[in-house]
Each structure stands twice: as structure tokens, then as C-alpha cells.
Nanobody, 121 residues
């Protein structure tokens, strides 16, 4: 099982940008398809963006398509989420996870601490 630590969240005004990063431990990171999820207050966890193990294919939630970009660096064991033109409805705790491709189902049952993103109007 890969250990994941998210960072990069913060408070930003609507229209602003943030870049989230997820650092993975272990030598098998490149064998995992990865994704970002988010959970807003009072709501369930929601898929946001996914990237396959080679970084050659991506998939996005419709509402973030064109605003968010997922990328990975297998040499550094990281997967990032560049978020532009942020909206108040993007406010949530963001988590990264290893997933089954293409269903984006999390592989493991545990989650990291996540990173809080708050977008003010």
C-alpha cells in the first residue's frame, strides 16, 4: 500500500489559483493510477481528476474540466493538481488516492489527512 501526503491548500479568492501536491512513499508509485478527490462540508467524497500510471491519459469531473490539470512525476513520486479560475463551490478538503482505471475506484480503504481548499466569493 502506498502512503500519501497532500499539501498546497489554502484560502483564495474566486478566480484565483492553487496548486496541490501529493507525495507518495514507496518504490511502486509508478505502478499506480492516481486521482484527486474532494469532500465538501456535509457531502460525500467526490472524484475530481485522474491520471494513469504513465501520465498519458487523464480524466476530469465535468465541472472542473478546462480549469483543473492533473499531472504526475514518477521520478519524484508526486501527483499534482493545478487549479485555476477557482469557484466557491470548489471549497472542500482535497485528497489523493491510488485508483482502479478507468472506474476511478479507490484501491485502498484508507485516506490521508487531505488539504483544505477554501474559495471566498
Amino acid at each position: 500500500q502506498v502512503q500519501l501526503v497532500e499539501s498546497g491548500g489554502g484560502l483564495v479568492q474566486a478566480g484565483g489559483s492553487l496548486r496541490l501536491s501529493c507525495a507518495a512513499s514507496g518504490r511502486t508509485f509508478s505502478s499506480y493510477d492516481m486521482a484527486w478527490f474532494r469532500q465538501a462540508p456535509g457531502k460525500g467524497r467526490q472524484f475530481v481528476a485522474g491520471i494513469n500510471r504513465g501520465g498519458t491519459s487523464t480524466h476530469y469531473l465535468d465541472s472542473v474540466q478546462g480549469r483543473f490539470t492533473i499531472s504526475r512525476d514518477n521520478a519524484k513520486n508526486t501527483v499534482d493538481l493545478q487549479m485555476n479560475t477557482l469557484k466557491p463551490e470548489d471549497t472542500a478538503v482535497y485528497y489523493c488516492a491510488a485508483v482502479w482505471w478507468p472506474t476511478m475506484t479507490p484501491l485502498f480503504g484508507s485516506w490521508g489527512q487531505g488539504t483544505q481548499v477554501t474559495v471566498s466569493s
